[in-house]
């Protein structure tokens, strides 16, 4: 299975604002995501992706618990 570009921007642009905000940060990307695919949705010859909004889980997923290893366990 290939992953596609669109999947990868959108894990990065979830994991790095999870990773350098935190959990904050991850009420911010799951916003953004919900309100992209809403967005997407509604534009003509695009639909809602749930593939997006996992991607978009997996990065906020994994930004936080860096997040959490960088401030709690590595200080």
Not at 11 to 37: P, Q, R, Y
Not at 38 to 66: E, F, Q, R, T
């Amino acid at each position: 299975m290939k992953i596609g570009k669109d999947k990868i921007q959108h894990f990065s642009v979830c994991f790095i604002i999870s990773v350098t905000a935190g959990f904050d940060g991850a009420l911010l990307a799951a916003g953004l995501s919900i309100g992209k695919e809403y967005g997407d949705s509604k534009a003509p010859g695009n639909h809602w992706d749930w593939m997006d909004i996992i991607a978009d889980a997996a990065g906020i997923l994994s930004g936080c618990i860096i997040h959490y290893l960088a401030i709690r366990v590595w200080n």
